[in-house]
């Protein structure tokens, strides 16, 4: 560390404080209250423009919530999955809850973001300093006692515009993600709004030439996995589990792979051959992906294969069906509106698919085969500036790369 930068512990130059909740069964606390009131998960945010709740002045007053300023560094003591020990910065005043601690810098010793920076990247320390377990919680005393390497102000602001400027190149691509996804749920809900008005025969009324089929009778097979997980081996045959089926992809990270000998029991009832399609019958259900080439795999349990009658429906246009709301409302409304719970081969096989002549299917699957080779491209790039981010955000709060002011 350079001799400019001293370290010294959070409590030294900052004030920290947890919030409250006003009593949720009481209204009074909550109708009509234009307070924002953040709750943890929001962490997730990072820069808090705006909340998901407000509550009252009454609520404000009758409980131990507290408004915390603009640029209140904000970590989350609790919180379920991975929300514990995240970072976010406040943009606007607000209340909070009680898992969430709101740090307030002195502005003469620490800048705001850089300080949200720093805490930001040391994601995993936070995390192992509250104990790691599911269940281990952060505390005021905890991050009072957390050091900070502190350059001069003027550095501390450059290298927070820098971090910054990178911020807003992700958040850009974020929200182009998000335009895109958003196009494609229209596009799927405009191509087959036709089929909220079927005749008694499945057929649309609206277009006589679509209509409604079993999943079953519009592929060759459909084939359930045997009911357990080949044995796991070093090397070998890739073993498709439900982890590894997102968004119409394949997840080739933390593939499983089984021996020759297990490959050829699990593939007795059917070899999955490329264009087939994988789909997830539980944890969670209705994800699909196709087989690519020269990938010879076994199911993992809870997987399902469904190989397209291709006299009927083209294997892309399957895919696509399958992740269209159409479909996947079906899947819902059969686990009572979860993803959580698991469906049944039976009724995997009944689901209603929207059936459109051969050359139209081929034009729907054209569209959404460019939109989601734009979207992973786009992905690709924003994942790619996440770890530039990340490695650049290691020299700069460490010191080993400085920058000129």
């Given at each position: 560390?350079?001799?400019?930068?001293?370290?010294?512990?959070?409590?030294?130059?900052?004030?920290?404080?947890?919030?409250?909740?006003?009593?949720?069964?009481?209204?009074?606390?909550?109708?009509?209250?234009?307070?924002?009131?953040?709750?943890?998960?929001?962490?997730?945010?990072?820069?808090?423009?705006?909340?998901?709740?407000?509550?009252?002045?009454?609520?404000?007053?009758?409980?131990?919530?507290?408004?915390?300023?603009?640029?209140?560094?904000?970590?989350?003591?609790?919180?379920?999955?991975?929300?514990?020990?995240?970072?976010?910065?406040?943009?606007?005043?607000?209340?909070?809850?009680?898992?969430?601690?709101?740090?307030?810098?002195?502005?003469?010793?620490?800048?705001?973001?850089?300080?949200?920076?720093?805490?930001?990247?040391?994601?995993?320390?936070?995390?192992?300093?509250?104990?790691?377990?599911?269940?281990?919680?952060?505390?005021?005393?905890?991050?009072?006692?957390?050091?900070?390497?502190?350059?001069?102000?003027?550095?501390?602001?450059?290298?927070?515009?820098?971090?910054?400027?990178?911020?807003?190149?992700?958040?850009?691509?974020?929200?182009?993600?998000?335009?895109?996804?958003?196009?494609?749920?229209?596009?799927?809900?405009?191509?087959?709004?036709?089929?909220?008005?079927?005749?008694?025969?499945?057929?649309?009324?609206?277009?006589?030439?679509?209509?409604?089929?079993?999943?079953?009778?519009?592929?060759?097979?459909?084939?359930?996995?045997?009911?357990?997980?080949?044995?796991?081996?070093?090397?070998g045959h890739p073993v498709v589990r439900t982890p590894n089926v997102r968004n119409g992809k394949l997840v080739r990270n933390d593939l499983k792979y089984t021996d020759i000998s297990s490959y050829e029991i699990w593939t007795a009832r059917s070899v999955p051959r490329p264009m087939d399609v994988l789909f997830t019958r539980e944890a969670p259900l209705g994800e699909v992906c196709l087989v690519p080439e020269n990938f010879k795999c076994c199911l993992g349990q809870r997987m399902m294969l469904f190989r397209a009658d291709k006299s009927l429906i083209d294997p892309r246009y399957l895919l696509f069906s399958l992740m269209s709301p159409f479909v996947q409302d079906q899947l819902l409304k059969s686990k009572g509106g979860t993803t959580v719970g698991h469906a049944r081969v039976a009724d995997v096989r009944d689901l209603l698919i929207p059936i459109v002549p051969k050359e139209k299917q081929l034009r729907i699957a054209s569209v959404f085969s460019s939109i989601e080779t734009f979207l992973e491209g786009v992905t690709r790039k924003k994942e790619k500036l996440e770890i530039q981010k990340s490695a650049l955000a290691s020299d700069l709060l460490s010191g080993r790369k400085r920058v000129s002011v």
């Open positions: 560390m350079s001799e400019s930068w001293s370290k010294l512990r959070v409590g030294d130059f900052c004030n920290l404080s947890a919030g409250g909740t006003p009593d949720t069964n009481n209204p009074d606390y909550w109708e009509g209250g234009d307070i924002p009131w953040m709750s943890s998960g929001e962490v997730h945010d990072q820069r808090i423009r705006r909340t998901r709740s407000h509550i009252t002045e009454r609520g404000l007053q009758d409980s131990s919530a507290k408004f915390f300023p603009i640029g209140s560094v904000l970590v989350a003591l609790a919180g379920q999955g991975k929300t514990r020990g995240k970072v976010a910065i406040s943009e606007i005043e607000l209340t909070t809850n009680q898992s969430i601690a709101a740090i307030i810098a002195d502005k003469g010793v620490c800048e705001p973001d850089f300080l949200f920076y720093n805490l930001d990247s040391r994601y995993e320390e936070l995390r192992t300093l509250s104990g790691g377990s599911g269940r281990a919680g952060l505390n005021l005393s905890i991050l009072s006692d957390v050091e900070i390497s502190l350059p001069p102000l003027p550095e501390q602001k450059k290298i927070a515009e820098i971090l910054s400027g990178v911020d807003k190149q992700i958040y850009a691509l974020e929200n182009k993600i998000s335009k895109l996804i958003s196009t494609k749920t229209e596009i799927f809900r405009d191509l087959f709004s036709c089929f909220d008005e079927l005749g008694g025969n499945g057929v649309c009324k609206k277009e006589s030439d679509t209509k409604i089929m079993p999943l079953e009778s519009v592929c060759e097979a459909v084939i359930d996995c045997k009911n357990r997980t080949p044995p796991y081996t070093e090397s």
